[in-house]
């Protein structure tokens, strides 16, 4: 079983203090300028740099709570969309609320957050550990044509565009990429791509952990590694803001698609509440000025989920355990 206490798919690793520092800092610089933002390190960890929080000051719906503490486990380059939903939360609410960039998992397993944006795999295997502090409530539905107007995405292999490589079969023996362990989208779905191939001995020729999607995008892009498997929605805002991308890399197949990431609140708020919130996700797709900033993130909406709605991430890692086989290789 994967380590629980591993970091989040936003953080970098966990010995290099460089990789972390940059994401941080990358997440503080655009919210920096923004009226009401604060900043301060996240419990426990040991950064000098600084997290953004974002407060809105404005007067309490309820006694229920006095804030609303939402952290991202996600990667920085959607980081507009957790801001948005942020901002509307609070804001339709009225209860001030903080955005926080984690850098590991260990807040969600002390339970820290009221409401974060996890990646399903390390949902899963908490809940297998009998660790479920909070539960989906919606997760978006992104645009395009191949989403179908479903909460899914896929995991894009990219190679070089100079490379040989036609098909996922021609990475045998070569070099991989991933972001991290309790990624679904980098390292789960291709462990099961693998194990549906009957390829459980090793057929990779090295694999590299990369800390971020982003980081692995780059590595291809610059020759450092033949491919990686890349959340569909991350790669396609990443090649939009750096149009230079699409000229050195390729996309030579597609797995999935999986449920999408979901938006999860914390069981411990009254149920009235939790209601609200989803209730807030779902009413944003309405708003004109909400879907401006959503588009920022190539989200379209966002729509209901459950604990049920992430069988599939459950199946695939039921699979991979019954056969033993745990490590992407």
Request: proline share 5%.
């Amino acid at each position: 079983m994967l380590g629980l206490s591993e970091r989040g798919c936003a953080a970098g690793h966990r010995d290099d203090p460089g990789v972390r520092w940059e994401s941080c800092r990358s997440a503080s610089s655009r919210l920096r300028s923004s009226p009401g933002t604060q900043t301060r390190s996240p419990s426990g960890s040991g950064l000098a740099s600084k997290v953004p929080v974002r407060r809105r000051h404005v007067r309490l719906r309820s006694s229920m709570v006095d804030r609303l503490r939402i952290g991202t486990y996600l990667a920085p380059n959607i980081l507009p969309v957790y801001e948005v939903v942020a901002d509307e939360i609070g804001r339709r609410l009225g209860i001030p609320t903080e955005l926080v960039v984690e850098t590991d998992y260990e807040s969600c397993r002390r339970d820290e957050n009221d409401v974060c944006f996890v990646c399903s795999l390390p949902f899963v295997m908490f809940e297998r550990a009998g660790i479920s502090p909070a539960e989906p409530v919606a997760a978006p539905v992104l645009r395009g044509e191949r989403y179908a107007g479903a909460p899914v995405y896929y995991s894009d292999v990219i190679v070089h565009r100079e490379s040989p490589f036609r098909s996922f079969e021609d990475l045998r023996g070569r070099s991989w990429s991933y972001n991290e362990p309790l990624s679904h989208s980098g390292y789960g779905i291709t462990r099961f791509h693998l194990l549906r191939m009957g390829e459980t001995s090793g057929f990779f020729g090295e694999v590299v952990e990369a800390g971020f999607h982003e980081s692995s995008i780059r590595m291809v892009a610059n020759a450092e590694v033949d491919a990686s498997a890349i959340d569909s929605q991350v790669l396609a805002v990443a090649l939009r803001d750096d149009p230079a991308l699409r000229r050195s890399l390729r996309v030579i197949d597609a797995l999935g698609p999986s449920t999408i990431q979901p938006v999860a609140v914390s069981k411990r708020l009254p149920g009235e509440l939790r209601d609200d919130i989803r209730r807030v996700l779902l009413e944003m797709g309405e708003d004109r000025s909400c879907r401006q900033r959503l588009d920022a993130g190539l989200v379209d909406r966002f729509v209901a989920v459950d604990s049920s709605s992430y069988d599939d991430i459950r199946m695939m890692v039921d699979a991979c355990e019954a056969a033993g086989f745990k490590q992407l290789r």
